[in-house]
């Protein structure tokens, strides 16, 4: 079992302690009269990161402090992490050494959305004319390529709060995934966060990459909140597993969506967020939800960007306006759906239904529409280059949007909205209407036969037609 709980009150004890923190110079150990036996009053976690092969114990003893290694992972091929019990001030004196790559206190991590009461999301990113009307309407299309395999052969690994995996949505296709708050493999999703997300991006007829595997990252608990070195973790298990898989004959590609966020600078979160780009993972990023502010100013999100493998998503509406919540400012690469947005959701009464669906917002619910859209880009025919190459899906990715449609906010971001490079030339006010609930498509989806041959048109809330 850990040996913390969430650091609520780790930004106090941190501006508390860090004006007596050792004054060291990078590449100086830390020397002092004190003996290891010194005592803290101040105990909290740290989370820091070293070169592979670099054994942690040595660096700590250097420090004139008892200190306690809670656990330790790669991230990738180059780096290890190291989460710390310590005093507040020895983040700053192993951040300071020349063989630790940073260091810094654990913070609390939330996810990005705002709880609002489909997929509107869904005609809008494939239909030149948009959509109108309620976005909890019933009456929308989705439209795609007769050739797209929609995903099938990518991992997308959504680090979040777990995933509901039996949810009707998903038509089996939850692959095992990790556990970083508990000693357990558990990764159900209590909170909803995570299966709302998982849903937009893979879920059947509600997600844009409908093939897709989900794999579950739990890095945040049944409130919607967890630490940066969980997150660390999460992010290293995923590269582990793409560099397992990336080999094998039927790889198509490796996503990460991160809908959550800092609310602050993170180095170490940045730094294990660069490895995983580096290790060929696509990876598609929140922008926050602060009303306007510089996504340049919160991990993960500040990893986008021009010049940047990494896609940062700000929101929009059904009205082709930057939403209200959404952060702005040059670290967003693109927006995308993020008002409510319907996708699968656990059932909160208790009574063990799979086919509870909901409405949500924030850019959490936008950042799922690129990672759907990356897993969709690359198991289209001709894209077979792409699949390690995350800069180049970002040029293809940005290439498509639509250019100019959006109004308000930027503050230096681009005004692209996404899209799938279909246009599904539906009359805006005369969209496709069927009935039928998304439960109901998705349990068709579990009998079907066969795979569609023609575009599925579907809608959000519940109704659809498929053509088959």
Known sequence: MRTTSLLTSLLAVWTAS?????QVRKGEGFISPETNNAAHNDITESVMLVPAGTSPSDILARLPYNITIVKQF????NLKGVVLQ???????A????????????????RTHRVLQPAPWGL??????????????????????????PLGSGVFVYVIDTGVMAEHQAFAGRVAKGFNAITEDDATGDVDGHGTHVSGTIAGTFLGVAQQATIVPVKVLGDNGAGSNADVIEGIGFAIEQHNQRKGSGDFRGSVINMSLGIGQISSQLDRAVREASAAGIHIALAAGNDFGADACGTSPANNGGEGSAIVTVGASNIDNRVAQFSNVGPC??????????????PDK???NRTNVFQHLDGTSMAAPHVAGAMAELLTRPGNEGLINDPAGLKRLLLSTAREGLLSGRFAGAPNLLLSNGVDGRVPVGQNKRAVGSPAGRARQVVKAPETPKNPFVAGPGGESTLVW
Not at 18 to 22: C, D, E, W
Not at 126 to 145: C, K, M, Q, R, V
Request: overall charge negative; hydrophobic content about 45%; aromatic content about 8%.
């Open 86 to 92: 310590a005093g507040g001030h020895c983040a700053d």
């Open 18 to 22: 860090v004006a007596a923190a050792p």
């Open 123 to 148: 005609q809008r990113i494939s239909n030149a004319n948009g959509a109108s009307g309620s976005p909890a309407g019933l009456d929308f299309t989705y439209t795609f390529e007769d050739s797209s």
């Open 349 to 351: 009464d208790l009574r």
């Open 74 to 77: 790669s991230v990738g091929e």
């Open 332 to 345: 967003v690469d693109i927006f995308a759906p993020g008002e409510f947005i319907e996708s699968a959701f």
């Open 94 to 109: 192993l951040d300071a050494m020349e063989d630790v790559v940073g260091a810094e206190e654990v913070v609390e991590i």
